[in-house]
């Protein structure tokens, strides 16, 4: 039986029902069982007059009062594997793929964890949200039961990522879409502006588990092309955990190198593309003590798959119709259809969305892979593309994201340069500050609109897994009207004018008139 830190505290919050033991004469092997029970204004009361913790005692320190146990558990095995696959290793072992030689995937028991129905899940998820509690203030660790349920709470490394907006994208869909139901998950708007915080908090966490356990793991290294190198810098040091970022030279962002470096990472800038770094840390992996932090480490789809869950919770546990990510390496097309399938399985939801999996024209091997048919699979050279962190030939996860198109009857969508950053503007003109790679899931969602898939009134989210402020050279570009060979339709340079007040005045009458012409 694995021991985890529980806290009753966690069950209990004004407003929402209130989760007591329900009594039970049969040997429950140390499961917590809990009914929801109606809320009353006394155990509201109850609740609001909870006792602070001591002045000298802090959040972990609380978390260690209030531990329980459970039965919960999860380990790694082939992805894929057949039902009669034997072979697995434990989430303390250091593995990256299975003996021949292909993806891992993270395994929970669902046995133990059906023993609790739906709604019990629902509302246990549901009255952490907003809340202080370690480690359950993350929109991760409130899902800690399906996430890691192993680790101890004092050996989680979290920046409380995760409960990001969901942003009700109204004028955009009206104005440009006719779609009354469009939302935007802001999964940028996180401690250092990326989705990659949400799996990398799990990675990281497992990491200082291992160090604990004497395992020999010095730091922790990754490839990237911006944000995961960002993500793994801050949590390591948060930890006080070595990081090592191979970035390849003169293609990501100053926003983005500006990260790993002001956090302390070791950083080696290298002369070759994403999918050159991605070799070598392989290499340099397999003979040093480097815990590897890629997406090929299936730890951090684990953390990733909460954004699916976080979703649904927002909408009240029900389903949209359809779900658009942009795609690279693609594990976060399977982490989003894995959170997605947990709470079906597990009775939250009756079904599950259709995804789509948008990517950039001019890196595009699953949208080459999707037109053909699912035949034989084939790399491209990525070349070039504003959605610099999805400019990736050779995805790790190709296997991964297939099958989980190909389970929700799923779409691959491409977009142009000039298609993407046309997106972007558009999207900004109307309140949004969006990354490229949301540029390209919102053309994707254009042309999906325009064939006629997803309807008018279908509610739809597209993932926006960056924040635009990393991006500010390209939308200074793009306003500045100079990238070559694109038009910059939606362009809004400044008007140069005379400081004086007539000019002024001419400009802004001239401005007034073409605005009230729109009404």
Known sequence: ??????????????????????????????????????ATATNDAISQQKHRRPADENIREEARRHCSSHNFSARYVPFNA????????????????????GLLDVQHDMDALKKFD??????????????????????????????????????????????????????????????????VKHCGISHTG???????????????????MHKPVVGVGCASTGDTSAALSAYCASAGIPSIVFLPANKISMAQLVQPIANGAFVLSID??????????????????????????????????????EILQQFDWEVPEWVIVPGGNLGNIYAFYKGFQMCKELGLVDRIPRLVCAQAANANPLYL?????????????A?????????????????????????????VEEATEEELMDAMAQADSTGMFICPHTGVALTALFKLRNSGVIAPTDRTVVVSTAHGLKFTQSKIDYHSKEIKDMECRFANPPVEVKADFGSVMDVLKSYLLSQNSKL
């Open 1 to 38: 039986m694995a021991a985890s830190c529980m806290l009753r505290s966690s069950f209990i919050s004004p407003g929402l029902p209130q989760l007591h033991h329900q009594s039970t004469s049969k040997p429950n092997n140390g499961i917590h069982f809990f009914t929801p029970i109606k």
């Open 82 to 101: 057949g039902p009669n696959s034997d072979e697995w290793y434990s989430l303390d072992e250091i593995v990256y793929r299975s003996r021949s030689g």
């Open 118 to 183: 739906g709604q019990y899940w629902r509302s246990l998820f549901d009255s952490r949200v907003g809340k202080t509690t370690w480690p359950y203030g993350s929109g991760v660790w409130s899902k800690k039961e399906w996430v890691l349920p192993e680790i101890d709470s004092d050996d989680i490394v979290s920046a409380f990522e995760g409960n990001s907006n969901l942003f009700w994208a109204e004028r955009f869909g009206k104005q440009f879409l006719g779609m009354t139901d469009l939302w």
């Open 194 to 212: 990326s989705f990659k915080d949400l799996g990398m908090t799990v990675l990281v966490s497992q990491v200082n588990r291992l160090r604990k």
């Open 272 to 309: 070759t593309d994403f999918d050159g770094c991605m070799q070598l840390i392989r290499e340099v992996t397999a003979e040093l003590p480097i815990y590897l932090a890629n997406s090929l480490n299936s730890l951090r789809l684990e953390g990733q798959k909460t954004a699916a869950i």
């Open 369 to 381: 892979h999707y037109k053909s048919g699912w035949k034989d699979f084939k790399p491209v050279k």
């Open 383 to 411: 070349n070039t593309t504003f959605a610099s962190a999805i400019q990736i030939g050779d995805p790790v996860s190709i296997d991964r994201a297939v099958f989980a198109l190909q389970q929700c009857n799923g779409i």
